[in-house]
Each structure stands twice: as structure tokens, then as C-alpha cells.
């Protein structure tokens, strides 16, 4: 691929859009009682939008439940790429691909989320040989999910570079717009493709107020518009309501907490590394104490 041919590309992504295989459409419920695991970058590693969709899986499905393990990693991405000076030249940045086997390996998904595409592109203009970089990196994520055992894989395209609109200078969330269409044309059995990017660039260009302050990490509203459109490409109904009324709601906080706990534990249970190596640790009693969080949410939920 060269960027000669990108324009046409691009125009095919736009019309495969509304073919692409976007999640069980008919059941996210289907979810239910299987291992789930989310990997990412920052964005996933903040897991707002992780807390958020858990919190509608669990209020809208009382009499089932969900088993979702979040291990996103600062500055990581799937193409192996990093800035020269990449934070002050410290240290380069880190690839899932360090530790994925052992998340494979440790977790044993049988269901796994992906989302990556922020850090990719290493904040430089599209590149023949960065584009192809990513691509190399979401297909290796699926082949070794694949070999893995992991019966469903659900690739989320990268949210917004938040950009401001009609400001001067180089907007990176061109390249993101590439990766991400690029991405709605992954067509394999069992990878299931959910187009984040186009709705959250069309939500960005109706308000006035930024998702994101820092033009790359969501705040909260912008957490809570992830999981509302990873959700209803599941087939699900969320109510528009704002950030303030869901975390009013204990059950968002008891699942906030759940979310929390187990992926401070299973991130060092995995071990990874990023400026220092942090070595693999036992997971210790990470999973009892879950298991005292998830009957609180249990109990909760009985009362819905």
C-alpha cells in the first residue's frame, strides 16, 4: 500500500462501513459469564469508559454476570514505534507485544477488546511505513489471540484526536481517521469490528466544549460517549444521562471499584514494562477481595 492509493482506499473503507461485522448485535448479553479482557493504551488504562460500559452490562442484565478483567498500558502501542524523545527521552514507548503472551496466557480470555491507534502513528503526519507498522500489529493481535483460544475478538477503532476545528497546523486525527477506516475492512471470522472514531468525530464537530483537554485523553463525558457507542454496536439501548446521574448511582460506584481493584492486580500479575520493568508478581488475594466486591454488586442488582 503507498499513499499514492490511499484516497481510493479510503473511499472503499467509507462504503464497507456498512458491512463491517460489528459485534453480536443481537445479544450483548452473550458476554455474560466469560472471561472478558480489555487491552489499550492511557485511554484504557484510565478505564472510564471500561467502568462505564460494565456499569450498563450489569444494570441491564440483573439476573446475569460479568467477568471483565481491564489491562491497559500508558503510551503502548501495536506497532512497536516510539518518538526519539518519547517522555523526555527516558525510555522508548512500550508494545502490547512485551507482555501479551503473558495476558493470553494469565487471563485466558475467551472474549477480548482491543484499542489502540492513538499512540501509533507516533504523532507524526501518515507514513507508508508507520501505517503499515500498525497494521502488522493489529493483525499480529489477532493471530495470537486466535492461537491463544480466544473465541471473539472485538477491535475498537481509536477515538479523536481532539482537535480543534479551523485551527491551523497539522491535525494528527488524520492519521487516526486512516487507521480507524482502515480497520472497519478487517473482515475474519470471529474478529468483530467496532467503528468508535466516525461517531465520536461527528459527536466532537456538533459541540463546542472538547472531549479531551489535552487533545488526546477523554474526560469523563468523553469516557461515558466510548462506552455508550461500544455498547449500542453490541445492539444495546443506553439512555442519554449525564456523567454527573451515573456516577450518583451506587451500583456505578461498586462497579468503578471492582474495575479498579482487579486491574491494579492483574497488571502486576502480568507483569510489564514501561520506563522501569515491573516482573510478573502472584496475584494473591486480588480475586477474593473481587469476589467480596462483586457479591456487594450482586446485591445491588437483586433490588433493580
Not at 517522555?87 to 503473558?102: D, I, M, N, Q, V
Request: glycine share 8%; hydrophobic share 35%; charged share 25%.
Amino acid at each position: 500500500m503507498t499513499l499514492k492509493t490511499l484516497p481510493g482506499i479510503l473511499s472503499t473503507c467509507l462504503a464497507a462501513v456498512l458491512f463491517v461485522s460489528v459485534a453480536h448485535a443481537d445479544d450483548p448479553a452473550a458476554l455474560a459469564g466469560k472471561r472478558v479482557v480489555v487491552v489499550g493504551d492511557s485511554i484504557t488504562q484510565a478505564g472510564g469508559y471500561v467502568s462505564f460500559a460494565s456499569y450498563y452490562l450489569e444494570k441491564q442484565n440483573p439476573d446475569k454476570q460479568f467477568d471483565i478483567i481491564s489491562v491497559g498500558l500508558s503510551s503502548e502501542t501495536v506497532s512497536g514505534l516510539s518518538e526519539p524523545n518519547h517522555a523526555g527521552g527516558r525510555f522508548p514507548r512500550p508494545c502490547l507485544f512485551e507482555r501479551f503472551g503473558r495476558v493470553l496466557e494469565k487471563t485466558k480470555p475467551e472474549v477480548i477488546f482491543m484499542c489502540y491507534g492513538m499512540n501509533d502513528g507516533i504523532y507524526l503526519p501518515l507514513d507508508d511505513e508507520r501505517f503499515a507498522a500498525f497494521q502488522n500489529g493489529v493483525n499480529q493481535f489477532i493471530d495470537q489471540s486466535k492461537a491463544a483460544g480466544v473465541k471473539e475478538i472485538y477491535i475498537i477503532t481509536p477515538p479523536i484526536f481532539d482537535f480543534p476545528p479551523g485551527e491551523a497546523g497539522f491535525n494528527y486525527d488524520t492519521v487516526l481517521t486512516a487507521y480507524a477506516q482502515w480497520e472497519t475492512t478487517i473482515k475474519q471470522p470471529g474478529v468483530h469490528v467496532i467503528d468508535l472514531h466516525t461517531p465520536m468525530s461527528k459527536a466532537r464537530e456538533a459541540r463546542t466544549e472538547v472531549f479531551s483537554k489535552d487533545r488526546i485523553h477523554p474526560g469523563d463525558e468523553g469516557h461515558l460517549f466510548m462506552a455508550r457507542t461500544i455498547l449500542q454496536s453490541l445492539g444495546m439501548n443506553i439512555p442519554e444521562e449525564s456523567v454527573a446521574t451515573v456516577k450518583a448511582d451506587t451500583l456505578y460506584k461498586q462497579v468503578d471499584t471492582l474495575r479498579r481493584h482487579r486491574s491494579s492486580g492483574w497488571m502486576n500479575h502480568i507483569g510489564y514494562t514501561r520506563e522501569k520493568t515491573v516482573e510478573p508478581q502472584p496475584l494473591g488475594d486480588t480475586e477474593t477481595k473481587a469476589a467480596e466486591l462483586r457479591k456487594a454488586i450482586d446485591e445491588l442488582k437483586s433490588s433493580l
